[in-house]
């Protein structure tokens, strides 16, 4: 598994509450996926995985990676750059890396990205 390059991932806190208050939303098992069209040329991720979802940063850091790699994945699908924020649920924890990748291709194929 490899991390997304720097120039994919979305790191300023202003955008990613911007994203958060005005961006499309969609919500399905364990994810939440905001995004908005970028201004960059290519498309950006952050993940946030918040202590709500495990107390062990050892399991939050890997659903990190995991999430980070299935969208690594599908960013190649995506023609218009966007930003998406990516925020996990509680459920996420019972599933694994594929269900995770099924996720959020449904998520973005709802979205219509």
């Keep these: 598994m490899a991390a997304l390059k720097k120039n994919l991932r979305l790191g ?3 955008i990613i509450n911007s ?6 939303y969609e919500n399905r098992r ?3 996926v ?3 069209p970028s201004e960059n040329p290519e498309s950006r991720v952050a993940v946030v995985v918040s202590k709500k979802v495990d ?13 980070s790699e299935a969208m690594r994945a599908l960013l ?9 924020v990516i925020l996990t649920k ?3 924890i019972k599933m694994d890396f ?3 990748k099924n996720g959020l291709e449904g998520i973005l194929k709802s979205l219509k990205i």
């Design 34 to 36: 905001y995004t908005q």
């Design 19 to 24: 994203i958060l208050r005005r961006g499309r």
């Design 30 to 32: 364990g994810l939440a």
């Design 90 to 92: 509680p459920e996420i």
């Design 98 to 100: 594929k269900d995770i």
């Design 55 to 67: 107390k062990r940063a050892v399991r939050r850091n890997k659903l990190r990676r995991q999430i």
């Design 76 to 84: 190649m699908g995506v023609e218009k750059p966007n930003d998406f």
């Design 12 to 14: 300023d806190r202003k």
